[in-house]
């Protein structure tokens, strides 16, 4: 039986969020666009005078930035798709792989990242969607072409940002500006990538660290069934704390020591559980390298003294929660920055594509090739989110 209250509860916040929007999509029904009938848009203003402003003051800058996206967006471009490519083909071709390509969405377990909590999707998605959709429109701006609106963008659950630019007088351009617009907003995924990356490891994460004591990592999951760690009954959660009596107070530490053992040799890990035997078996990529047969891991710790409670408390958990933050933000902007650089007909890439045939084949050639190369890619995209899971059914 399911336990109706006890879901409300868990989930009470979510569905307030989810009330709310409601709410106010009810109050401004009028207002809206809905597309493709589950594509909701509400046009506004908001953010023009903004774009307008700081465009006529860096101009310079922001042209410049918007031609460095043009390298930046087709060296993308190529990247990306060759990984799409490279990962149906070890799909086919190594039964052992494991796609390269997923959904990441909340709850999902991305292997080496954890769970993803929902709060931490909802609002990197929003700020990712803000930071690409103004940088379409600052771009454009700085070239004095006409932005006509900006919005939020309701695609399902998910919620997003949009700019209108004028596309009649964009297409008017030279191909250097047009690219230069089309591309700004995955490059400045990109460069929010990196800035999140730079900030947690060089400041937040330090401090973080000065607060708190490491006592060892966990693991979320077994790589595969009779393993090592699983045959000896370490559970998944478990504490690690050392190996052979030499203390290891995070992964790293435990991977210095693991490091030295062989397959076939049995040693002990400490674990908050008490003390296990575990007898190793050979890496499948390196049958010389021993293996655990675990996934998923992550350091843990206590809060020194002083950042128990209290204002150090409150500290402590801040920081805690703004390092998972710009961890997934780094994540969410990374993948969703090179998505937007595949030549796919719904995306900036595929817009980048089109005007690169056009110049290359002329306008009815290219556009045919266009059509073929954004279906490819499609067909592409679809086995790589689909293939691993049919395999697996199967």
Do not use: C
Request: aromatic residues 14%; charged residues 15%.
């Amino acid at each position: 039986m399911i336990d109706v209250l006890g879901f409300f509860t868990q989930y009470a916040a979510i569905i307030i969020f989810y009330a709310v929007i409601i709410v106010i999509l009810i109050a401004k029904r009028k207002k809206l666009d809905i597309q493709a009938k589950f594509i909701i848009l509400y046009r506004m203003k908001w953010g023009l005078k903004w774009m307008d402003k700081y465009a006529a003051k860096y101009r310079e800058w922001v042209i410049l930035l918007g031609y460095l996206g043009v390298g930046a967006g087709f060296v993308g471009m190529i990247f990306i798709s060759y990984i799409l490519v490279k990962n149906l083909w070890e799909i086919f071709t190594v039964p052992s792989a494991s796609s390269g390509v997923a959904l990441v969405l909340p709850g999902v377990n991305v292997p080496g990242m954890g769970v993803l909590p929902f709060w931490y999707w909802i609002i990197a998605i929003f700020v990712i969607a803000i930071v690409h959709e103004f940088s379409h429109g600052i771009v454009a701006r700085a070239h004095n072409l006409k932005v006509k609106n900006t919005g939020i963008v309701f695609f399902g659950p998910i919620i997003g940002a949009f700019v209108e630019p004028d596309e009649k007088q964009i297409m008017k351009e030279k191909d250097i500006t047009q690219y230069s617009i089309l591309a700004a907003g995955a490059f400045s995924n990109i460069l929010l990538a990196i800035f999140a990356i730079l900030l947690l490891t060089f400041v937040s994460l330090p401090l973080q660290q000065a607060m708190i004591e490491p006592t060892g990592f966990t693991f979320d999951s077994y790589v595969d069934n009779n393993l090592p760690f699983e045959n000896a009954g370490i559970e998944p959660g478990t504490i690690i704390m050392g190996v052979n009596g030499q203390e290891t107070k995070t992964f790293n530490s435990f991977i210095s020591e693991f490091q030295f053992y062989r397959p076939g040799e049995k040693i002990i890990i400490e674990t908050s559980k008490g003390n296990q035997e575990v007898t190793l078996t050979n890496h499948p990529d390196n049958s010389k390298k021993p293996y655990m047969g675990i996934q998923g891991f992550k350091d843990e710790s206590i809060p020194k003294e002083k950042f128990e409670s209290g204002i150090g408390g409150y500290a402590n958990s801040s920081l805690a929660w703004i390092n998972g933050f710009l961890k997934w933000l780094f994540l969410l902007s990374l993948v969703i920055g090179l998505f937007n650089l595949l030549p796919l007909p719904i995306v900036d890439g595929g817009r980048m594509a089109q005007v690169f045939l056009h110049k290359l084949k002329g306008e009815d050639k290219g556009n045919k090739m266009y059509h073929f190369v954004g279906m490819f890619f499609l067909f592409v995209l679809v086995l790589n989110l689909i293939l691993p899971w049919l395999m697996n059914i199967f």
